[in-house]
């Protein structure tokens, strides 16, 4: 069965203070990785697609890696306006999104 | 562009009562999806339509029924409600490309069942 778990489940950073959001998968047959951001009370907004093993994006703050078992959400010197839940989503036969992450920037 | 838009925003039904959360999306994609979202269970897929004239069953089906209107339309009607089906309603759209689909979220339709 396939399978998503992101951790942490949530994260209080500082200000500038970068970290790593992570999304461990298992599936057979991997089409897609996707990221999505969703602020309380909004739907998911689409961040990264990723397609293969060692691919790499970028927008803004954010950078998406990915690896054969697992993509990291890297923010560097995040900001308050950052302050979301991230959504990691895998695609095999199917779409399986994992639980997110809630991540707090404190000014 | 608005892009995927949901009607009403909020509801609030008394067990047993009806309705119909409507969606629409002027992207041009040919498939669009119904998702529920609860608290520790993350977005469940409720039913999907590959592409007009088509509907298929998601992960949690039960108790819902689902109309594809048109390439723009999705609708999804409760048809007797349970508290059970509290929660978030999220539609969203996608076209194929490279064989994934890239997913795009409606702002969703908070569903209390009393």
């Known amino acids: 069965e396939d399978q998503v778990t992101q951790s942490p489940e949530a994260l209080r950073l500082q200000e500038g203070e970068s970290s790593s959001l992570n999304c461990s998968y298992t599936?057979?047959?991997?089409?897609?990785l996707f990221w999505y951001r969703q602020d309380p009370g909004k739907g998911p907004e689409f961040l990264f697609t990723?397609?293969?093993a060692g691919e790499e994006k970028e927008k803004e703050r954010l950078k998406a890696t990915l690896t054969k078992k697992e993509s990291f959400l890297h923010i560097t010197a995040p900001k308050p306006e950052d302050s979301a839940t991230y959504l990691c989503a895998v695609q095999a036969l199917k779409l399986v999104f994992g639980q997110g992450t809630r991540l707090t920037i404190n000014p | 562009n608005a892009g995927v838009t949901q009607t009403p925003k909020f509801q609030v039904l008394k067990t047993g009562q009806s309705m119909t959360l409507q969606c629409a999306q002027d992207m041009n994609h040919n498939s669009m999806y119904w998702y529920r979202q609860d608290p520790g269970m993350g977005l469940r897929l409720i039913y999907y339509s590959a592409s007009e004239g088509t509907t298929d069953k998601g992960e949690v089906p039960n108790g819902y029924n689902v109309s594809r209107l048109n390439k723009r339309e999705f609708s999804l009607r409760l048809e007797s409600a349970a508290p059970s089906q509290t929660s978030v309603y999220f539609c969203?759209?996608?076209?194929?490309?490279?064989?994934?689909?890239?997913?795009?979220f409606g702002p969703g339709t908070r569903l209390t069942v009393t």
């Open positions: 990723l397609y293969s």
């Open positions: 969203a759209s996608s076209e194929v490309w490279q064989g994934t689909y890239e997913q795009y």
């Open positions: 599936v057979s047959g991997l089409r897609g």
